[in-house]
């Protein structure tokens, strides 16, 4: 069965940086788009970062010039770039997959990861 693992959050000061990992492993077909989603205490999970196959990038409004998504794609790994964080962005941040597996190579579904802490203060 496939598995998503995030990697990489913690604690950072205000106008630091920090680097999440997403790790996709076990029975994996082929991923067609990797993205970065967060959930904010008290808010619905919004997407923060996408990048699908054709490495055409996408950005929610309040992170574009700031945060990088990238992609490996022979590692089956992503990871998104954070600068000049802010407070606002401390949240829950996931890794979610979209992705067919071996066992049904014509069916592309979500897989999430089960998220890593990023908090911003001083």
């Known amino acids: 069965q496939a598995r998503i693992v995030e990697s990489g959050g913690g604690l950072v000061q205000p106008g630091e940086s920090l680097t999440l990992s997403c790790l996709a492993s076990?029975?994996?077909?082929?991923?067609?788009?990797m993205s970065w989603y967060r959930q904010a205490p008290g808010k619905q999970r919004e997407l923060v970062a996408a990048m699908p196959h054709d490495n055409r990038t996408r950005y929610a409004d309040s992170v574009k010039g700031r945060f990088t998504i990238s992609r490996i794609n022979a590692k089956n790994t992503a990871y998104l770039q954070m600068n000049q964080m802010k407070p606002e962005d401390t949240a829950v941040y996931y890794c979610n997959a979209q992705m067919t597996s071996p066992e049904a190579p014509r069916r592309i579904a979500d897989y999430w990861g089960k998220g890593t802490l990023v908090t911003v203060s001083s």
């Open positions: 076990g029975s994996i077909g082929t991923i067609y788009a």
